[in-house]
């Protein structure tokens, strides 16, 4: 019997052994050879699974308002501690959640949005390797680059930013961003977490997400791809060059590309000094006017979505440098240096006609338009949709409606703390409009959701400087541009006619017939520029009447900017239909 037990003892230890030296090994392993990918995934998988669970046995419905709060506060805390200790992609993840925070309770907003805030840069000896193996085992950092400055300049989530000079050109100053050691032995797990995660949350909470999946992995490779960044560079300044008018030329600058010096983890653009936009307070002590440098930053994103097709997808502060325009040597003028071209769309023909028509159709008040573009992309609350696109507030009933509706807003704001029923029934109300919401944006263009993040965050940066510009006006003037070049371009082909029915159609019409077709486009733009103008006069005659109110009564009265009204208007009727608080400062992040 004590035999027994010894043998028993003995093979514990025994395999006590050998599963503490597999972990090890495993452990070192990873650490060695994987970048710590195996035990992030791990890590992801615990949190989650730890969240689902946290939601699963605490959300209830005799939970108070306070409690369930507090469940939420938990899930965005361990969502951000488990960000900020993976690093690299997962702060990207945790981005992209914060972004859609529209969707998500107000403490998944708050938490995650210190993620925006730079990353931890890695020494220079570890970004050697990747400079190696980007040109060849002899051409090192010595070989490409003098003056390689030993500390970065910028760093990122999944890269960092050195100044040097060239060693082909040691009179060219350049910027090389270099990819972090780790990026690329982390990725295949990162997005092998991020679908199983996806999965998990799919099934648990029944909220329809793996139809995002493929596109967030499709274009996180696509920024990891630093030679299709030179590439969506160089493409921007053709555009500007080739379709730009002369203002717009002179008003923006894309960094060259030097190509000996780039590749798929390394890229190496021309070094450009200029005060970001990060530091508003800086601009305005140098001189420069917010309105200047609004108008052509609206300006430049408008005409890429309007006219050329091709989008910058993420034109935030640190993405553009403010500069005096070395081409002027006689007066003061900004010029705009776009920097950060990895996240690019390339809007299909018919998604850049179908959003120019509803803007169109925005502009001149023709819902039923709006609407039928709307249900076109698969939007089954298309009113709710034309707000959130075109920041036209939604359609309000008669005016005995809207002030008892008004009376039961008061009503409900005065009214004691809800019961705890109430707290779990909105809350479940949200999360069925959340779902609903990811529902409809299954069959949206993708092009959509990235034009979208555009323009939202082009409002953020128009804020941030007191709307300085009418930033509506800009866009519906290059739609009505974009508008005219596609409707004329159609018209004139031998084998199409316009239809005002229909647009443009196939047809055997005479030379004749195509020309009125040309002449009908000309037309739809004219009405399209007299609809802006008219809005221009009475937003005039408004602010003419705030003045003459002033002095009469001796009291301020301050006209709002139409961007403003729009965007309050947009505001409001985004919090009523989802019950959440709308922060658009994220944007500026």
């Not at 630093?226 to 921007?236: C, I, K, T, Y």
């Not at 804020?463 to 866009?475: H, M, N, T």
Request: hydrophobic share 40%; with cysteine.
């Amino acid at each position: 019997m004590w035999r027994a037990a010894g043998k028993r003892r003995q093979t514990m230890v025994v395999w006590m052994g050998a599963a503490s030296t597999a972990a090890f090994v495993g452990y070192e392993y990873d650490r060695r050879f994987q970048a710590s990918a195996i035990r992030r995934t791990l890590r992801t998988f615990r949190d989650v699974l730890m969240i689902c669970a946290d939601y699963k046995l605490n959300f209830r419905e005799e939970s108070g308002a306070e409690r369930l709060n507090e469940i939420h506060g938990r899930a965005a805390r361990r969502l951000l501690r488990c960000c900020q200790e993976n690093g690299g992609l997962f702060i990207k993840f945790g981005q992209s959640i914060a972004v859609q925070s529209a969707l998500l309770p107000p403490a998944f907003r708050e938490e995650l949005s210190v993620l925006y805030d730079n990353a931890p840069s890695v020494p220079v000896e570890q970004i050697e390797p990747v400079v190696a193996r980007t040109f060849g085992g002899n051409a090192g950092l010595d070989e490409m680059f003098v003056d390689f400055s030993p500390a970065a300049v910028a760093s990122a989530s999944v890269a960092q930013v050195h100044t040097a000079r060239l060693r082909s050109d040691p009179t060219q100053r350049v910027a090389v961003k270099v990819q972090k050691p780790e990026i690329q032995l982390q990725i295949a797990w990162d997005l092998f977490a991020l679908r199983a995660c996806a999965r998990v949350i799919e099934r648990v909470f029944e909220i329809p997400i793996m139809w995002s999946v493929g596109e967030i992995e499709r274009r996180l490779r696509e920024e990891l791809d630093f030679e299709r960044e030179g590439n969506n560079s160089e493409l921007a300044a053709r555009d500007l060059a080739s379709m730009g008018d002369g203002w717009l030329r002179r008003s923006i600058y894309i960094p060259r590309v030097f190509w000996q010096a780039t590749g798929k983890e390394v890229l190496t653009t021309e070094w450009v000094d200029g005060t970001s936009l990060v530091h508003p307070e800086e601009l305005l002590a140098e001189g420069w006017s917010g309105g200047d440098i609004m108008r052509r930053m609206v300006s430049l994103f408008a005409f890429q979505i309007f006219v050329t097709g091709n989008v910058h997808g993420d034109p935030h502060p640190g993405n553009i440098l403010v500069r005096q325009n070395p081409g002027n040597t006689v007066w003061r003028e900004p010029q705009l240096v776009v920097l950060d071209h990895g996240l690019y769309v390339r809007e299909s023909r018919e998604f850049r006609r179908q959003y120019t028509e509803f803007w169109r159709a925005a502009m001149l008040g023709d819902r039923r338009a709006m609407t039928r573009v709307a249900r076109g992309w698969g939007m089954a609350d298309a009113d709710m949709f034309s707000t959130m696109v075109s920041l036209k507030p939604p359609k309000i009933g008669h005016d005995k409606r809207r002030r008892n509706h008004q009376k039961q807003e008061r009503d409900d704001e005065e009214e004691d703390a809800p019961s705890r029923e109430a707290a779990y029934d909105r809350h479940m109300e949200l999360k069925g409009r959340a779902v609903a919401a990811l529902r409809d944006s299954h069959g949206l263009p993708q092009e959509l959701v990235f034009v979208t993040r555009n323009m939202n965050i082009v409002r953020a940066n128009n804020q941030s400087l007191g709307i300085p510009v009418d930033r509506v006006r800009i866009l519906g003037h290059y739609a009505a541009l974009g508008l005219r070049a596609m409707l004329a371009d159609e018209a004139a082909s031998p084998s199409r006619r316009y239809s005002r029915a229909h647009g443009v159609c196939p047809s055997r019409d005479s030379l004749a017939s195509r020309l009125g077709a040309v002449l009908a486009s000309q037309w739809s733009y004219l009405a399209f520029r007299l609809a802006l103008a008219a809005v221009g006069v009475v937003m005039a005659a408004h602010c003419l009447w705030c003045r003459v109110l002033a002095l009469a009564t001796g009291k301020p009265h301050t006209a709002p900017e139409l961007d403003s009204v729009l965007d309050d208007a947009m505001r409001r009727a985004i919090e009523k239909k989802l019950g959440y608080q709308i922060d658009t400062s994220l944007f500026i992040a």
